[in-house]
């Protein structure tokens, strides 16, 4: 336990000197900003039409708006954590797996009386209080900006499904800092550690549904999942994919906290995100790496 | 009666089908400072390897502190330490904070007045908060020697220590190195290239010829079968290399 500790606080103190965590903040918090204001624009520009188109006589139905969750402003957000936070978690967790082999400190570590998964657990640990810490972060920020524009605070089940989102974001993160501490301590070069992970990401984000909801692709990179197909290959290729289609999961479970439409079970959603996250971290621990000790042939 | 610190039987080890070390048999007692000859790609550093657990002989037996290297390998690194070629920290992080970082995976929880004792022990005071990247190679080897001393070990692996450092960074780590093993009794195990630290620092010697131990003996049995000025040198030369004695 002590082992795993102290590579936790090392990870974390590591982290930040690098700068890492600076950069992450900054582009989480771009990406709140973006989210909010895109959501904000959104409502307030329909809004001025459907006036307009009431005051013409032309409609009588209510205001789509109306009755609309005010997390709906930030709807946006599911699909940067997908397409920026995935990606920014997988690079910490592949600069956490060679932060030894680039300070060739493996042989000092290599001889020390340590567990090496004790360790890669702390660093794990590290890595997720890292993004807690981030995620947290932009959830009180998403709490605060979402609660100026609707004009006073959100009340508790607002609160709620923020963090409750805000968990789910994190599940996934960690999940994919999982995938890139894997790929970091599987393969030997840098640059082919850090191209693994997007590979992944981008057969989990995009191949994975496309087999499945290829008639509407444009679905992809929309908050909202689009329904499947319900016949033929492709409905039994929705379904045989569904729970390794984790980017889908992760927007039906958040449509579902952020009161977007949406298609499935969000607590099934949610689940196999979590179990994505639990089994990319113990892969992550378990599975024997390279040979990384870096001892010259002598 | 002294006991055994270091003891290897028949190690050989290949990279591939190269074989880097042949039936290595060696025994060194404890307290000695034994020092490890050989021409690049001898098997210095490969020996190294195996007895710090870092590599894992193809065949044959080690024991370090009374430990095998195969089956007792936690015990092992819990009773060496070990200061490669070529140190390198976490330049981001500060003396100390390597240091802990270090002392921790060592064992050590409460390790701040440990580290402030061995600084003192290495001459590196007054470093402690400044980042490990903005030393010198021989401020390096300071703090790698403190890093290596920190848990007290039985054994002290040296890969070529004085390697790239200036002439006061020699004398400097020689000094180091005889103070460790006077004061604490502490085996020491150094590879080098450098005869004349050899014959300043070390109580015996081996010397290694394409991964094969053709000289073993104490370092003043060694000097005498060639009683020259450069009685050494012309030891290593008639035993590592094909070149005339």
Known sequence: ?298 | MTSTAIALDRVTHRYGTRPALVDLTLDIPEGEIFGLLGHNGAGKTTTVGILTTLLQASAGDAVVAGHDVRTAARDVRASLGYLPENVTFYNDLTTMENLVFFARLSGLRRPEARIGEVLEFVGFTGHDHERVGTFSKGMRQRVGLAQALLHRPAVLFLDEPTSGLDPEGVRALRELILRVNAEHGTTIFMNTHLLSEVTKTCTSIGILRSGRLVHHGTLADTVGAFPTEDALERAYFASATDAPA
């Open chain 1, 1 to 298: 336990m002590s082992t795993a500790i102290t590579a936790a606080r090392h990870e974390l103190l590591a982290s930040v000197r690098a700068k890492a965590p600076y950069a992450l903040v900054a582009a989480f918090l771009g990406m709140v900003a973006a989210s909010t204001f895109i959501g904000w624009r959104t409502t307030v520009t329909v809004t001025a039409i459907y006036e307009r188109v009431l005051a013409d006589g032309y409609t009588t139905q209510p205001n789509p708006f109306t009755d609309v969750s005010p997390l709906y402003y930030v709807r946006n957000t599911v699909i940067y954590v997908l397409l920026i936070g995935t990606l920014m978690a997988a690079t910490l967790g592949v600069q956490s797996a060679l932060r030894d082999r680039k300070a060739e400190t493996a042989a000092l570590i290599g001889t020390r009386p340590v567990d090496a998964r004790a360790l890669r657990t702390g660093r794990l640990l590290g890595l997720g209080i890292l993004l807690a810490a981030l995620v947290a972060v932009t959830e009180v920020v998403t709490w605060v900006s979402v609660g100026l524009l609707v004009g006073g605070p959100l009340d508790a089940a607002e609160t709620l499904r923020i963090a409750g989102f805000g968990v789910l974001t994190w599940l996934l993160l960690v999940g994919f800092a999982g995938v890139g501490m894997l790929s970091g301590r599987l393969l030997h070069r840098e640059r082919t550690a850090l191209l693994a992970p997007v590979v992944v990401w981008a057969v989990i984000a995009f191949v994975v549904p496309q087999l499945g909801t290829a008639a509407r692709p444009v679905s992809l990179l929309n908050p909202v999942p689009l329904p499947a197909q319900d016949s033929g290959a492709f409905a039994w290729l929705s379904h045989a994919l569904a729970p390794i289609a984790i980017t889908e999961r992760f927007k039906t479970a958040s449509g579902a906290l952020l009161g977007s439409p949406t298609t499935g079970s969000a607590a099934a959603s949610a689940l196999l995100v979590a179990l994505f996250a639990a089994v990319a971290l113990t892969a992550a621990i378990l599975v024997r790496g390279t040979r990384t000790q870096g001892v010259p042939h002598e």
